[in-house]
């Protein structure tokens, strides 16, 4: 009984935690906060609480992206069964920004994920974390397979250019969104829903645009 509250306790601290440095690095920045001040702001009398339970910050931040990937995946799974063997850019682009927008919009308010994944995304060694954590999903290298060939013929390059972008304006549109709603200012869209609508018509007219040629 004794070992059981103890891992129960051990459970409520590592969640506890995560929600804070998740909070704490979606407001001020990963490399801004310490490990101590996670620990502190988490009401934790151990400053080393944090790397007793997760390791280095690099640590941390992986632990903060796989506590929201179950939740994606399964909302990407069930987009993927709607949209079968599509073969219309704007159904495989949908299964590329609506996961994580439909998961922030069933977190409720307030949220920090975007900023969050906004964050890590500028710093090279934080973002090669989450790119290895987002491809380690079957499901979205599945979508890539099924997006390309829906595409007009590009170049290679432009292909990566163009990869690049999208996953900038999935990230970074979250993150300004989540950003003023925080403060709330107000928004172009009502809805997380209506988020994703404007940034699917977008990212699918940056696919199918011309290249311009020298």
């Not at 995560?18 to 151990?46: I, P, W």
């Not at 975007?114 to 079957?138: G, H, K, N, W, Y």
């Not at 099924?146 to 900038?168: F, I, K, T």
Request: charged share 25%; with cysteine.
């Amino acid at each position: 009984m004794a070992r059981a509250v103890r891992v129960e306790q051990a459970s409520a601290t590592r969640e506890l935690i995560l929600t804070t440095a998740e909070r704490l690095f979606a407001e001020r920045g990963v490399y801004a906060v310490s490990n101590r001040q996670v620990s502190e702001a988490a009401g934790q009398g151990n400053n080393a609480a944090v790397g007793y339970h997760f390791g280095t910050k690099a640590d941390l931040v992986r632990a903060i992206a796989r506590r929201h990937a179950e939740r994606v995946e399964d909302i990407r799974a069930g987009l993927l069964a709607a949209t079968g063997a599509s073969t219309d850019v704007r159904d495989w682009v949908g299964c590329l920004v609506r996961p994580l927008y439909d998961h922030l919009a069933a977190l409720g308010s307030p949220t920090w994920y975007a900023r969050f994944c906004a964050q890590v995304t500028t710093d090279p060694a934080l973002r090669q974390i989450m790119a290895e954590e987002s491809f380690a999903s079957p499901s979205l290298r599945y979508i890539l397979d099924r997006l390309y060939p829906c595409l007009p013929d590009l170049p290679s390059e432009v292909r990566a250019e163009r990869g690049e972008m999208a996953r900038h304006l999935i990230v970074h549109t979250a993150g300004e969104r989540e950003r003023a709603l925080a403060e709330n200012r107000p928004t172009a869209r009502a809805s997380w829903r209506d988020a994703a609508d404007g940034l699917v018509d977008a990212i699918v007219a940056m696919w199918t645009a011309p290249v311009t040629r020298g």
